[in-house]
């Protein structure tokens, strides 16, 4: 049941340090940190999670956790000296996203965040909606079946838990104020199976129909653009995939594409008023993605493309205005994160903030975009510091700190990233992260940590702070997170190259990318592999396949029997779809008949015996994704063979922790477990 904060004891705690920290560097000045960093400052809740303007610009929502152990809604009124609102606030769980709905109504889910991932699999986010003063609070989305406290008001029109937030339309002639879309979701085969937009009121909970005729039938994902018009519906089911498009002109949806799940000629990224659809689309021999618009009357993306980052895939987003939806530019991250605008006045006020702010991505968004009294929302970070708000009022040319994302973190403290281009053993491209300890140099190599990502077909690094990678450097390692082939972000070859490669040449670059950094002199002998899911089951086949370089391991929630991950067991729940198992893996992981040797070649279970280092193995006892019966039946292989691991397993945890106590406990755990194997320098 969701409890309300009590308003007196929640302003006097919240709003206090709010305001106390407005001026975050003499903040972060009465803190002395200690010779070594706790452990728990680097998994705390952030100070601030999000943050957005209201359309107007006048005000400034905030979800923070300061001033308690929940993270709550407030909002602060820009035109009345920074006055601080409580908006939304509960003791037994979490607002993790919200939006404007107008200027005076907002949108928002919850989460338990101190019940671990494991709660997912009972309770849906839901959707509330309040007053930026915290009135008219009304439930809109069920949380499954969760009771709410009604406080009195009526809650006639509540929507069942399997409805989700699609769109909130910009105020404008023809938009009905207070309405937002949502999607109700039908789910079959462990996947989501069609997804119906439909028109929410935001104060009554009143739904109505929204013109959907003619529409594909089964549509899995939409994009609307700032009316809250559906523009865009893609299907997939049996393998393949589809793309359907009506502009603002037409009166019935036609087709653009259709084709196998993996030969999509591009991908939908956002729609403007004008009736334009920007796509990304793969372009050369490695295949970089590009961003481009859509050529209706040739029927494919158009050349040359508006925006490409050469060896990396275009990762980001087109930026548009609220008033007329035209694009102002677009936001990318390569080597990091940038923003090209295109808008001139944009232009100025980006060099302005990066000059005021020197050596930091300085992320903007933007009310009233480009006007002489436009109001920037500032988010200014580093590889060293996770970041710190501002608002820049550009009528008074005033930049006014708001407060730190994260709570005693000093940037002094930290190790920088740094991303390095290699070549693997066959000369491929290889993307390496290094994450380097204060003081490390060239020629004075450190005991090392080569921390390999999960997915795998996902891109992990970034030039940003990261709590793990920090983590491990304050306690004297290096730290390696190889791009091995399979990541995406770096061009489809190099996405591709991955497929069946499970243990194979994946896991010669993840090797490569430690050889490197040793001859370098950046790394020494003694060195750990690490990683979670598919970066667990790398680093057991690390230890299996190259035993020479890795003095121990730590896996955790890792799949280790491919058989089990691409077949699925009677006896064991997981939630990957029966399509998945038919149609994607068996092309991405290898077929469990005409591969079955390679697979079991590849096996950290079948192959247990070969497994001599140190391990610590954790799982979380609510994991679907990866459940727990694949931890369980290695750790009996490694039993029998005489070399039992350490073992830790987490109850209510899924794929991945959530809580900041199992965080917190398994971060001391490996600290521990690395400091027996390898020798840290302080």
């Known amino acids: ?16 340090l709010l305001y106390g920290c407005l001026m975050p560097w003499v903040c972060s000045a009465q803190v002395t940190a200690p010779a070594e960093i706790p ?92 007053n930026p003063d915290g009135a008219d609070l009304r439930q809109l989305v ?32 023809g938009v009905l104020p207070d309405e937002v879309v949502v999607g109700r979701m039908e789910f079959g085969d462990k996947r989501l199976h069609s997804m119906t937009p439909l028109w929410l009121n935001v104060r009554t909970g009143r739904t109505r129909s929204l013109e959907l005729r003619g529409a594909p039938a089964l549509a899995t994902d939409w994009l609307f653009d700032s009316k809250g018009q559906p523009r865009v519906a893609m ?18 949806w036609r087709q653009l594409a259709e084709n196998d799940v993996f030969k999509m000629p591009f991908t939908p990224k956002t729609v403007d008023d004008a009736g334009n659809l920007f796509v990304t689309y793969s372009d050369g021999p ?58 001139e006045s944009m232009k100025r006020a980006q060099a302005f903030i990066d000059e005021r702010l020197p050596g930091r991505v300085n992320r903007i968004s933007c009310r009233r975009c480009g006007a002489e009294d436009m109001v920037l929302l500032v988010r200014s970070f580093a ?54 300890p204060v003081g490390l140099k060239a020629g004075q190599p450190v005991p090392t940590v080569v921390l390999v990502h999960g997915g795998p077909w996902i891109r992990i690094g970034h030039w940003q702070w990261q709590p793990m990678e920090q983590f491990l450097a304050s306690r004297g390692y290096l730290v390696i997170s190889p791009e091995f082939r399979g990541s995406t972000g770096y061009g489809e070859a190099h996405y591709r190259a991955g497929w069946k490669q499970w243990g194979q040449a994946m896991q010669d670059d993840v090797a490569d990318a430690l050889l490197w950094a040793q001859k370098e002199g950046l790394a020494s002998s ?13 680093t057991l086949m690390g230890l299996i396949k190259h035993p020479e370089l890795y003095r121990c391991g730590v896996a955790w929630v890792a799949v280790t029997d491919p058989f089990l991950y691409l077949k699925g067991s009677w006896w064991v729940e997981d939630n990957l779809s029966d399509s998945g198992r038919r149609h994607l893996l068996p092309q991405m992981v290898g077929d469990v008949e005409k591969d079955a040797a390679m697979l079991t070649a590849n096996s950290p279970l079948a192959q247990a015996k070969q497994i001599k280092a140190p391990l ?41 922790w959530r809580m900041p106590s199992t965080q917190v406990d398994f971060a001391k755990r490996v600290e521990k477990f690395l400091g027996q194997h390898l020798k840290a320098q302080p």
């Open 1 to 16: 049941m969701l409890q309300k904060f009590a308003k007196q004891a929640w302003r006097r705690r919240v709003l206090g």
């Open 526 to 538: 003694q060195a750990c592999i690490a990683g979670a899911s598919y970066g667990g089951y790398s």
């Open 383 to 436: 590889d060293t510091d996770p970041g710190k708000l501002y608002l820049y009022e550009a009528e008074h040319k005033r930049l006014q700190p708001i407060s730190p994302v994260m709570d005693g973190i000093d940037p002094r403290q930290m190790a920088r990233v740094d991303l390095h281009r290699i070549k693997a053993r066959d000369g491929r491209d290889l993307p390496v992260w290094l994450t380097q």
């Open 142 to 173: 069920k949380r499954q079946g969760t009771p709410f406290v009604r406080d009195g008001s009526s809650f006639d029109h509540t929507l069942e838990w399997n409805h989700r937030l699609l769109k909130v339309p910009l105020p404008q002639e």
């Open 39 to 130: 452990v728990e400052r680097f998994f705390q809740y952030p100070s601030i999670l999000e943050a957005k303007l209201s359309p107007s610009g006048k005000k400034l929502a905030l979800t923070t956790s300061k001033g308690g152990t929940r993270v709550g809604l407030v909002v602060l009124d820009l035109a009345n000296g920074y006055k601080a609102m409580r908006t939304g606030g509960f003791s037994d769980a979490d607002i993790v996203e919200f939006d404007w709905v107008g200027e005076n109504r907002l949108v928002f889910s919850v989460l338990d965040l101190a019940a671990g991932g494991g709660q997912d699999r009972r309770y849906a986010p839901g959707l509330y909606a309040v």
């Open 616 to 656: 610590l193995l954790a799982f979380g006892e609510s994991d679907l994704r990866v459940p727990i019966a694949h931890g369980e039946r290695l750790r009996a292989a490694l039993r029998e063979a005489g070399r039992p691991p350490e073992w830790v397993s987490y109850a209510n945890e899924a794929h991945g």
């Open 235 to 252: 299907t997939q089911r049996d393998g393949r995939a589809a793309v359907y498009w009506r502009g603002p002109a037409d009166t019935a």
């Open 286 to 343: 490695e295949g970089y993605g590009v961003l481009t618009r859509f050529d209706f009357a040739k029927m494919q993306p158009q050349t040359p493309a508006l925006v490409s980052a050469p060896g990396f895939d275009f990762n980001g987003s087109v930026l548009l205005e609220r008033a007329s939806s035209r694009a102002l530019g677009v936001r990318l991250d390569t080597d990091g994160e940038q923003t090209i605008w295109f808008d």
